[in-house]
């Protein structure tokens, strides 16, 4: 195979980034309030940074978009938004650990209540502040995870209406399926979270929004949807499973890197830790500044692939830490800095999120939220674009070409002094 000369593209500003595209978002939330109907609120849950897309800039979005309230994991969460600025309701959906809950208190953060015991700190804590808690009861009416049980939630509403510190802003229970209203597990929830409040109504016990559907429910019509849904998922445009609608939602991240090196191998030539990969013929191996320190999943070694010049080129060899490698013998006038895009799209090509999830051996949830540290975010739309970081989160982000014009006139120096390689 012929030697080819060393080339050099406009390379991008960044080793890795992730696109956030806001004006996805907001109209797959729009798409999310047409499934509920009218009357009917929507809790966006920005939990896990929002599953990786930045809570903080998509908060804000969201915010904008008529998102009612926010949906957190933990009291950290909640109060990184809190100073970002957001003065939104945010409920955390988990827990609060005892030594956290004075801070989320004085910060005007709802709280999840699944005990008595849990009841009787925070009135006492709320007495002590002088302020009053804001509440939603969680049933668990299935998922075996937290909440009070059916059989013991109308004496802990009781226990709420007598605690003069304590304000009921909700009761909700969380479905265990993804598949939402067609799963029968989901029908079961609902009765046994119906009962419940039936006879809390009886005895004047409901206050707050009633909540209990998932993206799923929603997108499969679950009834009643009540006073609010939590959307997660589904607002950043994926889906769990094949659901009706799915091809409405629109991706809202494309996760990329670059090409930082390329190198021409003979046949047999083994790539990347344990040789797992050898050339069955003449090609050229492509390495990117990416790897599973930054979300990519360690399982697409030898499984996955990527889009780069709108073409798809396999992952070849064992993901490491803090690089990948492609071939890209098929694919003609690859160079350095060319854009590599592992899931979002290239032109007329895309690879979804669920795709590489299924190929990962895994959900979409977890590649999304495992999009590191050192990954920037990139937000786009038609809002001004925001950096991630609650620092910065109003700072216009100029586009990466731009930022790096004086490298690519660089580089294009360099390619033009560069001598053509000889020999075969």
Not at 121 to 146: E, N, P, S
Not at 220 to 246: K, N, S
């Amino acid at each position: 195979m012929p030697r080819r000369r060393a080339i050099f593209c406009c390379v991008e500003a960044y080793r890795v980034w992730a696109e956030i595209d806001l004006d996805a978002l907001a109209r797959n939330l729009e798409r999310v309030r047409q499934r509920a109907g009218p009357g009917v609120a929507v809790m966006l849950v920005v939990k896990a940074d929002a599953y990786g897309h930045g809570a903080v800039a998509v908060a804000h979005s969201a915010l904008r978009a008529g998102v009612e309230a926010l949906g957190v994991g933990t009291s950290a969460e909640a109060l990184e938004l809190r100073k970002a600025g957001i003065r939104a309701p945010i409920l955390v959906l988990g827990t609060v650990l005892d030594e956290e809950a004075p801070a989320c208190l004085r910060h005007g953060v709802q709280i999840a209540l699944h005990s008595s015991d849990r009841r009787r700190m925070l009135q006492q804590l709320a007495r002590r502040l002088g302020l009053v808690a804001r509440v939603h009861l969680k049933i668990d009416t299935g998922l075996g995870r937290l909440g009070a049980s059916p059989t013991r939630a109308l004496a802990l509403l009781e226990e709420i209406e007598r605690s003069d510190h304590l304000e009921l802003a909700g009761i909700m229970t969380h479905l265990a399926s993804p598949l939402g209203a067609l799963d029968p597990a989901t029908r079961l929830q609902i009765k046994r979270f119906q009962g419940v409040l039936e006879s809390a109504r009886q005895r004047r016990l409901v206050r707050g929004w009633i909540h209990a559907a998932s993206t799923a429910s929603v997108f499969t019509d679950l009834r009643p949807l009540y006073d609010a849904v939590r959307v997660g998922l589904g607002a950043y445009g994926a889906l769990p499973t094949a659901l009706p609608g799915a091809s409405d939602l629109e991706p809202v991240m494309s996760f990329a890197s670059q090409v930082v090196f390329l190198k021409d191998v003979a046949p047999g030539t083994p790539i990347g830790y344990g040789g797992t990969w050898r050339a069955a013929r003449p090609t050229r191996i492509a390495t990117l500044s990416v790897g599973y320190a930054d979300g990519v999943a360690w399982r697409l070694g030898n499984q996955g692939h990527v889009l780069i010049r709108g073409q798809r080129a396999p992952i070849v060899g064992m993901v490491s830490m803090d690089y990948t490698t492609i071939d890209v013998g098929d694919v003609p006038g690859v160079c350095v800095g060319d854009r590599v895009t592992f899931f979002g799209r290239d032109g007329a090509q895309r690879i979804a999120v669920e795709e590489v999830a299924r190929r990962a051996g895994t959900i979409p949830y977890e590649l999304t939220c495992a999009v590191g540290r050192r990954v920037e975010r990139i937000y786009v739309g038609s809002e001004t674009p925001v950096r991630g970081s609650p620092s910065d989160v109003l700072t216009p982000v100029p586009p990466p070409g731009r930022e790096v014009e004086r490298v690519r006139r660089a580089l294009s120096a360099l390619a033009a002094a560069a001598p053509r390689s000889g020999g075969p």
